[in-house]
Each structure stands twice: as C-alpha cells, then as structure tokens.
C-alpha cells in the first residue's frame, strides 16, 4: 500500500550535514504521520524525530534537539532529515516510517505506532 525509499546517508566527518529523503508512494501521503528511527551497533533501534500529517507539529528526541530537522513536501511525497553537527554516535542506519492514515495532525514518537517502513539508509560519522 505505502512504499518508503530512503536516501542521502553516507559517510560524513564529524561537524558535519547530510540530508536524508524518504520518498513515499501513493496517494495518501497527506494523510500519513511520518517519523526517522535509527538503529546504531549494538544498540535498539530508537526514535529520532516526527512530524504531523500536516507539518504543523514535529517532534525530536533530545539528543538531536537543535542539530536535527524534520520536514514534509506533501506535494512531492517526500520527508526529510536534515541533520547538522553530526557526531560519531550519530552513526546508524536511519529508517523513515509511515503511519496509518489519521485524521488529526498528532505525531508518534514509537515504533508500533507506525504500519510502514523503509529499507533504512547508512549514516557513518567519522571523528
């Protein structure tokens, strides 16, 4: 039903940006919530940031507070991660997640809450 592409990780130094895109498919983007996971070695995958259906709320876990933005171009289909400042524990791969389709601009901070999942998207921060 909704297919989520992830791209733009990479490897990147310390202090630096990438911007990662999640391209979805369909014709209820609109409609969906959207949040980024990411999954580093060794550890459980975790939230990162979230955004309403709308844009009009976001949402970020604080360790990325201030480095991190989340956005949404619903007329492309597509949510970003722009990611400043990155830091070695920064490393991981990164997911983009969709929810079901809502009717409110509410955002969702945990896994279970979102019913699609990209392929995910290697970001390496080297010190």
């Known amino acids: 039903q909704v297919q989520l592409v992830e791209s733009g990780g990479g490897l990147v130094q310390a202090g630096g940006s990438l911007r990662l895109s999640c391209a979805a498919s369909?014709?209820?983007?609109?409609?969906?919530?959207m949040g980024w996971f990411r999954q580093a070695p060794g550890k459980e995958r975790e939230f990162v940031a979230a955004?309403?259906?709308?844009?009009?709320?976001?949402y970020y876990t604080d360790s990325v507070k201030g480095r991190f933005t989340i956005s949404r171009d619903n007329a492309k289909n597509t949510v970003y991660l722009q990611m400043n400042s990155l830091k070695p524990a920064d490393t991981a791969v990164y997911y983009c997640?969709?929810?079901?389709?809502?009717?409110?601009?509410?955002?969702?901070?945990?896994?279970?809450?979102?019913?699609?999942w990209g392929q995910g998207t290697q970001v390496t921060v080297s010190s």
């Open positions: 997640a969709a929810s079901v389709p809502v009717s409110t601009n509410a955002y969702y901070t945990t896994g279970s809450q979102y019913a699609y």
């Open positions: 369909g014709r209820t983007f609109s409609t969906l919530a």
């Open positions: 955004i309403s259906r709308s844009g009009g709320s976001t």
